[in-house]
């Protein structure tokens, strides 16, 4: 099993649509998650992080199941401009220093 | 705020040449740093990271190297590359003290190497 494991894509849907993620990990003993954003040709950067008990940032809502070790992420009313991959991002063993593993990513394209 | 130049931007070398790449920051200090490298359609991996000055950890046993010879300066060298070389190499930092949880990583704008 991959220690962080997201839907596998691309998406494509259109403008106005409403469009979800999903991510699964493997270490139970994570303790910090996020979301990143990547788009084409360029660094990650952090959309949002994600608290247990869920968050939402305007459009966009994160939550977390830490029973089922599942990480989700929501985008409502999609823009043209929130065309990019989503990477779902969880801190690793404590053994290993809990350094951050990054999942494959999730294309997503929005169209008008 | 805190910046992270990394350079060059992007580099195009033939197989069994040298390489450094260079990650500087500013605007903060004592940072962890990290080398990611993210090939063609595929996630991130961790290469190396320091979390203080002449230290480094490995990640992934390759022809690749990393020093740290100032607190805000990171650099990744090979003396002979490889095909399989080829990819987005990014430099991050972190503020983590603790292995339990991870603070936020920010990334630099990365190095586009293509090894010919």
């Known amino acids: 099993r991959k220690e962080v494991e997201q839907d596998p894509g691309p998406f494509n849907v259109p403008e106005g649509a409403t469009v979800a993620f999903n991510c699964t990990y493997s270490n139970s003993a994570s303790q910090s998650f996020f979301w990143y954003r990547q788009d084409c040709r360029k660094e990650p950067k952090l959309l949002m992080s994600v608290y247990s008990s869920g968050n939402e940032d305007g459009r966009f809502t994160a939550q977390l199941n830490r029973a089922s070790q599942y990480i989700s992420l929501l985008i409502r009313d999609s823009k043209l401009s929130d065309s990019a991959t989503y990477l779902c991002?969880?801190?690793?063993?404590?053994?290993?220093?809990?350094?951050?593993?990054f999942g494959q990513g999730t294309e997503l394209s929005v169209k008008p | 705020s805190q910046t992270i130049h990394q350079w060059p931007a992007t580099l195009v070398q033939p197989v069994g040449s040298p390489l450094s790449l260079e990650c500087t920051v500013e605007g903060t200090s004592n940072p962890n740093l990290y080398w990611y490298r993210q090939a063609a359609g595929r996630g991130l991996q961790l290469l190396f990271y320091?979390?203080?000055?002449?230290?480094i950890s490995s990640e992934v046993p390759q022809n690749l190297s990393a020093s740290r010879p100032q607190d805000r300066q990171f650099i990744l060298s090979s003396k002979k590359l490889l095909l399989s070389d080829s990819g987005f190499y990014l430099c991050?930092?972190?503020?983590?003290?603790?292995?339990?949880?991870?603070?936020?990583?920010?990334f630099g704008p990365g190095t586009r190497l293509t090894v010919l």
């Open positions: 991050a930092i972190d503020h983590s003290r603790s292995s339990h949880s991870t603070d936020t990583q920010y």
């Open positions: 320091s979390i203080g000055i002449d230290q």
């Open positions: 991002v969880v801190n690793g063993p404590r053994n290993q220093g809990g350094k951050l593993i």
